[in-house]
């Protein structure tokens, strides 16, 4: 069984960053997809960005040259930087990781089984 755990939220302002962590336990190889989703209250889940098991990544539009997504296979953690941040960045993020997720999927929740409880993230103007 997989586990997913975030860590790494907190309040900024606007213009700030942050990075988010997540550690999936349970593999016991690479060979699997993980990205990050956000949920603004009242907003539908977002797909922010994924990386597959080759190092494929995706992102949303609304993030491209803000946000970089990074993978360490060795300790099964994924992480989010996020730079420039705006309000309108203000959501729950959560991590989730599946396998066999293709790249034009990643940002497709319906794709994972595995996700995290969440983390925070304000972003004060």
């Known amino acids: 069984q997989v586990q997913v755990v975030e860590s790494g939220g907190g309040s900024v302002q606007a213009g700030g960053s942050l990075r988010l962590s997540c550690t999936a336990s349970?593999?016991?190889?690479?060979?699997?997809?993980m990205a990050w989703f956000r949920q603004a209250p009242g907003k539908e889940r977002e797909g922010v960005a994924g990386?597959?098991?080759?190092?494929?990544?995706s992102y949303a539009d609304s993030v491209k040259g803000r946000f970089t997504i990074s993978k360490d296979n060795a300790k099964h953690t994924l992480y989010l930087r996020l730079n420039s941040l705006k309000p309108e960045d203000t959501a729950m993020y959560s991590c989730?990781?599946?396998?066999?997720?293709?790249?034009?999927?990643?940002?497709?929740?319906?794709?994972?089984?595995?996700w995290g409880q969440g983390t925070q993230v304000t972003v004060s103007s």
């Open positions: 990386i597959d098991s080759d190092g494929g990544t």
């Open positions: 989730a990781t599946d396998r066999a997720v293709l790249l034009f999927s990643l940002l497709n929740g319906d794709e994972y089984n595995y």
């Open positions: 349970g593999y016991t190889d690479s060979r699997y997809s």
